[in-house]
């Protein structure tokens, strides 16, 4: 079994920067693909970013392109999600995901989620 927390939510301008980070603990092998998904108020939850845990591959949404930066820390069992120029519409629950088998872009692939983060951008 894998836990997964997330940390570092919060209130931020219209194009400001935020960091998330995603500790992990438990099993956690090279196979895994960790992710970053995000669920905004009156829509489904949807893919953001992922990144292998051990090969440091990326994958991101059109939608954040250019700017969230996901990475990772192997010692420290930790995923990080960099989202700068952040826009209002970034506002949503951001979820740290983890997929055994896939790339950790789409929801029913995933086996391991966190609780969540609040990340709120004002205009």
């Known amino acids: 079994q894998v836990q997964l927390v997330e940390s570092g939510g919060g209130l931020v301008q219209a194009g400001g920067s935020l960091r998330l980070s995603c500790a992990a603990s438990?099993?956690?092998?090279?196979?895994?693909?960790m992710g970053w998904f995000r669920r905004a108020p009156g829509k489904e939850r949807e893919f953001v970013a992922a990144?292998?845990?051990?090969?440091?591959?990326?994958y991101y949404a059109d939608s954040v392109k250019g700017r969230f930066t996901i990475s990772r820390d192997n010692a420290k069992k930790t995923v990080d999600l960099q989202m700068n120029s952040l826009k209002p519409e970034d506002t949503a629950v951001y979820y740290c995901?983890?997929?055994?088998?896939?790339?950790?872009?789409?929801?029913?692939?995933?086996?391991?989620w966190g609780q969540g983060t609040q990340v709120t951008v004002s205009s």
């Open positions: 995901a983890a997929d055994s088998r896939g790339l950790a872009t789409a929801v029913r692939g995933i086996d391991y």
């Open positions: 438990g099993r956690t092998f090279s196979s895994y693909t």
């Open positions: 990144i292998t845990w051990n090969g440091g591959t990326t």
